[in-house]
């Protein structure tokens, strides 16, 4: 199968850097996937000079209980790193490998585990690429005297105007693997240095380029799912591996105050979850908070889901100006709660330092300690204005009167 000319066009228009493609070291963040392989042989192709770098960020312990992981499940681990040096072999580039797992369980695999044991339902990726993805690999390809980090994302980084050197974070073409979610606290620093070559592509046309490319061993390679170190889904034993005092029993409560049953830890529930939660009362009854405080479990109908405001911290502002301040000049944005949700629109404005969010609709199941992202509109090329964590939610009056946090 023969390389397609347009896709090299495609890659050429994403870097954006002056001059012939020769001109430019780029080093690509290769994780031993798909995305990031082939992103590394169409810069290869387009004429790039490249350099493949891959972190590793699972110590013996973790990879020991990694390694009943299907393949394409994991990321940076053992198997990854492997691939990803053979593939920097056949396509005759150089490949190095930083050792960052001690950062990683101290930046994300230890924060996630707080974060369950304080009631929150964390995103583990959003620390990763901020904490030890980008500040590591952006000092390792300034320091091989590179033009720019490249990685494998379905996103897009473009100048927010032909006068203006700083970039954007855009949607990409294809929504469907779209993950701005997860780069919205990116810097702007970082993202001026950072390009996204797949934005403009979809994942078919990715795997035909890696078999054009002869990167057979990656063509076919499954997506990567779940969290990277809890491949198999279950994340409460690895919360309780890190935390074993984090299975506490407590009381599983009703809105309405009445106490149903006992739990076995909060950190084995999620806001939403309806299924599993061991109690026979005649009418569907969903999670609808994590008090940690309490140590408490709290259920109602599904109309306690329904939020209509919350709180976000930690926010990172990408727009051109600061928020405003107050609700009556807040900026109409579409915001984003979950990953595998579509943005709705809200309002958004801070007050004394904290940003506050309003939905022109109450959203269902939204969790603290998710991402909440902000977007200048839905679908393709949108561009993200930043985001922070979900810090606490407003039930609506009546049903659950209390600031959940």
């Given at each position: ?36 392989t082939t992103t590394a042989g169409l810069l290869s192709a387009a004429g790039y000079r ?233 009418e569907p009854l969903y999670v609808v908070a994590l008090d940690a405080v309490r140590n ?110």
């Amino acid at each position: 199968m023969p390389l397609n000319p347009e896709w090299l066009e495609v890659v050429r228009r994403s870097m954006d850097l002056p001059g012939a493609p020769a001109d430019h070291l780029v080093v690509v963040a290769m994780s031993g996937g798909v995305d990031s392989t082939t992103t590394a042989g169409l810069l290869s192709a387009a004429g790039y000079r490249v350099a493949g770098v891959t972190l590793r960020l699972h110590d013996a312990e973790q990879e020991a209980a990694m390694a009943c992981a299907p393949r394409g499940r994991t990321c940076c681990a053992g198997r990854d790193i492997l691939d990803a040096r053979l593939a920097a072999d056949r396509l005759g580039i150089p490949h190095y490998v930083l050792d960052m797992a001690d950062l990683f369980r101290r930046a994300v695999i230890e924060r996630f585990c707080d974060s369950y044991v304080a009631g929150e339902t964390p995103v583990p990726c959003v620390d990763c690429n901020r904490v030890v993805k980008f500040d590591a690999l952006l000092t390792h390809a300034r320091m091989l005297g590179a033009s720019a980090l490249v990685t494998g994302h379905y996103a897009e980084s473009r100048r927010l105007s032909p006068d203006d050197s700083r970039r954007g974070l855009f949607t990409p073409a294809d929504m469907a693997r779209d993950q701005s979610y997860f780069l919205h606290a990116t810097t702007q620093a970082q993202l001026d240095f950072l390009r996204f070559p797949l934005a403009a592509l979809t994942k078919a046309a990715v795997r035909e380029a890696a078999a054009a490319l002869g990167l057979d061993l990656v063509s076919d390679k499954p997506a990567s799912q779940d969290i990277c170190f809890v491949p198999d889904g279950d994340y409460r034993r690895v919360v309780l591996r890190h935390r074993p005092e984090a299975a506490r029993p407590g009381p599983i409560l009703h809105v309405d105050g009445r106490k149903l049953g006992e739990h076995g830890g909060i950190i084995g529930y999620t806001i939403g979850q309806r299924r599993g939660l061991g109690l026979a009362v005649g009418e569907p009854l969903y999670v609808v908070a994590l008090d940690a405080v309490r140590n408490a479990v709290i259920v109602g109908p599904r109309e306690a889901l329904k939020v209509p405001a919350l709180v976000v911290r930690g926010v990172n502002w990408l727009g051109d100006a600061p928020l405003p301040a107050g609700e009556q000049a807040a900026l109409g944005l579409w915001v984003r709660i979950r990953s595998t949700r579509p943005p709705r629109p809200a309002r958004v404005w801070q007050e004394a330092g904290t940003v506050h969010v309003r939905f022109d609709e109450p959203e269902e199941g939204v969790a603290p300690g998710q991402a909440c992202v902000f977007y200048t509109g839905p679908g393709p090329g949108q561009r993200v204005l930043g985001g922070g964590t979900i810090a606490r939610t407003r039930a609506p009056v009546g049903v659950f009167a209390m600031e959940r946090t």
